[in-house]
């Protein structure tokens, strides 16, 4: 054992080799925590984004359903991604499809289509606005 001893003592440098491994060590410890933190956050995310679709279609139900002859009315919202959401930005809307029984009425139908657009942000290319059954 003290033969080892001074093997070690008789290396140049030894410090910066131990400091090395020692550096290497924390890094990969690092790292795995870094990569199981990650994994879970993405799911966090996926119910994340599912709530904010939910809560967004269930306040613009509200809303709709408030506009003059539009009846009783559903929203559908289309996230363009869900997974991919950091912990402070929500992810973009890609499309909304409402489904109104008095969208038959061309009134009715525009200003649901203007409602949608001014209160998502989204272009009207990407809502569709349907009759419902009365």
Not at 8 to 31: P, Q, R, S, T, W
Not at 93 to 105: K, P, Q
Not at 111 to 129: F, H, R
Request: glycine letters at 6%; aromatic letters at 4%; one cysteine or more.
């Amino acid at each position: 054992m003290s033969k080892l001893f001074e093997k070690l003592k008789n290396i140049k440098h030894i410090e910066i080799i131990i400091a090395i491994i020692f550096g290497v060590i924390l890094l990969m410890i690092y790292l795995s925590t870094f990569s199981n933190s990650s994994i879970s956050n993405n799911s966090s995310a996926a119910t994340t984004a599912s709530a904010y679709s939910t809560e967004l279609e269930d306040r613009l139900e509200g809303l709709l359903s408030n506009i003059k002859g539009a009846g009783k009315v559903k929203v559908m919202i289309v996230l363009k991604s869900g997974t991919e959401l950091s912990s402070t930005t929500l992810p973009e809307i890609a499309s909304c499809i409402v489904v109104a029984e008095g969208a038959d009425d061309l009134n009715v139908k525009l200003n649901i289509l203007k409602a949608v657009e001014s209160a998502i942000s989204v272009p009207t290319t990407n809502i569709e606005v349907l009759v419902g059954n009365k």
